[in-house]
């Protein structure tokens, strides 16, 4: 099913039109068969317009099982139209998911457009040349499915049997069978009269600026961000990691660019993996671990001790739902309170989070320009959602990309009192109060590094509690001097030149719902004003003025109300959280739903 959608959504993004997808699939490797915890769906929405979420009622649902119809039914607005595999509407699979009787014949789907299609027997047909047992033959019926839909919407499908003959090019009649099961369902949707209706969707070309786009998830868009990152600086990219869902895919991709200067350790175990990225901050390359929760609770002492080394470092965590091992596929936004304070003593740290999965190239460039501008660590909060979601992409020309070279320390930068030249490794900028960044290796820069205090300046090991005081201050007063753009806030004013009273603030994935929900309460004559944190340590400096515009604000999160809780902290705001952990993105209609009556009441 995920690669069924991808093609699908591949073939669409070249035919210029915006689309939004999200994928959902079990945690297990092999989820049971039949059953609703191992249904695995991926839903596209795409469009001749702007659009921001992946849809909230699909107009189609192709139901290759009984499970795959009941997990999904409640999704579907009546009248829409229901492909399902008749195949498999047996009475075994029918009663693993609780159907005493077939939904197909019960009534139960009236209000639907009911599609019954064999699928796996048409698929069988169709290959019968090939000489493939009927296992193997099954297999295919995905591209059946595929070339139906295909055929429906007036999908491209150059592309889709380009693709399937380079992914089995060791395998040339499985190569053919697919390509010839994806005709097949093309064909059917032509021939058969059970479809009244085909789609034309026109490419969305007044949604995008001039440019050149490609289709991208956010794991892959965050992978050239980085690679990036590491060309802008001129600097080596390093990246030390354990593999996790989800943020694997990272990994994976980082590892093909060798060409660009990019390394790849897969250590033992996370602990291992952050402690090689931070020697290699120390060596003098642009570091990066990835992870995700769990993965931070067991990288935090390192975390710490970056922040008291003052080195540059990436550490992006790919949120899924917890706690513990918790929902690995499922998306969350709940370790935004252990990016800001999970470690041992104050050891403050800049976070940032994305809001798109393309945004996420963005993303890494501004932690990477942070980390390296403040020789400190930086938190990239990324999502489930936002990983493995894909969307048109805009390709930047690299004059567009931000310069982020620094200079290594040198020489001596202190003079002693007899007129003696040292250096002094703690030393800092007056603008950004960063230590200088000295490579080891270079003549007459020797010093010390480790966990134990330092003492302002020397860098030596100091136990004085004045000093400490110092030291703790002064790296707190580096983070919350980073400099982060002030917070826009889309607030369309009447007529009479009055704003609107209620704010919604959203901080990561949570934009495309939030935007597309309050563009349909706009729509509906509601006025309602929207702003977006990126920057989530330090807040933008306009934070606090923003939010004492409003007489209401609504914080809607993928978590018990975290971000809510730190503006009430810090602003003394009375904000309205709105919340959901069900391990799914929000749906644009429900946010409308509760705007609509926060602004009513």
């Known amino acids: ?197 085909s789609y034309e969707v026109a490419p969305a070309t007044r949604a995008f600026p001039t440019g050149t786009y490609r289709n991208i998830s956010g794991n892959l868009a965050l992978s050239y961000g980085l690679i990036a990152a590491g060309r802008q600086a001129d600097l080596p990219l390093y990246l030390g990691s354990y593999p996790i869902t989800p943020a694997s895919d990272i990994l994976h991709e980082l590892s093909k660019h060798k060409n660009f200067g990019v390394r790849t350790f897969q250590a033992e175990d996370e602990i291992a993996g952050i402690g090689a990225a931070l020697g290699a901050a120390f060596g003098g390359a642009l570091a990066v671990t990835t992870t995700s929760g769990p993965g931070v609770a067991l990288k935090s002492e390192t975390i710490g001790l970056a922040v008291s080394l003052e080195l540059p470092l990436l ?67 990324s999502d489930g959602y936002l990983a493995n979601g894909s969307e048109p992409w805009r390709i930047p020309d690299v004059d567009e990309l931000p310069d982020l070279r620094v200079q290594f320390a040198s020489g001596p930068n202190h003079q002693l009192a007899d007129g003696t030249e040292v250096f002094w490794p703690f030393k800092r900028d007056e603008q950004t109060l960063a230590r200088p960044w000295a490579v080891p290796g270079t003549p007459g820069l020797e010093h010390r590094i480790g966990g134990i205090e330092k003492q302002d300046g020397t860098g030596n090991i100091s136990y004085d509690p004045a000093n400490h005081d110092f030291m703790v201050r002064t790296r707190q007063a580096k983070v919350d001097g980073v400099q982060v753009p002030e917070l826009e806030v889309d607030d369309p004013a009447d007529d009479a030149g009055t704003g609107a009273r209620t704010l919604v603030l959203g901080w990561g994935s949570t934009y495309g719902p939030i935007t597309a929900a309050v563009r349909r309460v706009r729509g509906a ?19 606090g003025e923003v939010l004492a515009r409003y007489d209401k604000v609504i914080v809607p999160e993928m978590n018990l109300g975290q971000l809510a809780t730190l503006l009430r902290a810090r602003y003394l705001v009375d904000a309205h959280s709105h919340t959901q952990v069900s391990g799914m993105p929000f749906k644009a209609e429900q946010l409308a739903e509760v705007f609509k009556e926060a602004i009513n009441d």
């Open 525 to 543: 004559g509601g006025r309602i004003a929207q702003a977006h944190l990126r920057h989530l340590n330090p807040f933008p400096r306009n934070l």
């Open 315 to 381: 550490v992006v965590d790919i949120q899924r739902g917890g706690p513990s091992t918790g929902l690995p596929t499922k998306t969350e936004q709940a370790d935004l309170l252990q990016a800001m304070y999970g470690r041992n003593g104050e050891a403050p740290v800049p976070i940032v989070a994305p809001r798109t999965p393309a945004d996420c190239f963005d993303a890494a460039l501004d932690a990477a320009r942070i980390a390296l501008t403040y020789r400190t660590p930086v938190f990239l909060l």
């Open 1 to 197: 099913m995920q690669l069924t959608g991808d093609r699908f959504t591949s073939e669409t993004a070249s035919f210029g039109n915006d689309l939004s997808t999200l994928p959902n699939f079990p945690a297990e490797i092999r989820a049971p068969a039949g059953t609703l915890p191992g249904v695995s769906s991926f839903q596209l929405h795409f469009a001749d317009h702007d659009i921001l979420t992946p849809g909230d009622a699909p107009n189609v649902l192709v139901a290759m099982n009984p499970a795959a119809l009941k997990a999904n039914i409640g999704d579907v607005p009546r009248g829409a139209d229901i492909i399902v595999n008749t195949d498999e509407f047996t009475k075994r699979p029918m009663a693993k998911v609780g159907y005493a009787t077939s939904p197909l014949e019960d009534g139960s789907l009236e209000a639907y457009n009911v599609h019954p299609v064999p699928l796996t027997t048409l698929t069988i047909e169709a290959l019968k040349e090939f000489g493939l047992s009927r296992k193997e033959a099954e297999r295919s019926k995905n591209m059946f499915a595929l070339g139906l839909l295909s055929w429906m919407y007036h999908r491209p499908t150059e592309g889709t049997e380009k693709f399937l003959r380079a992914k089995f090019a060791k395998k040339p009649d499985i190569a053919e069978a697919n390509v010839t099961a994806f005709r097949a369902g093309w064909n059917f949707g032509e021939t058969t009269e059970d479809f009244a209706v």
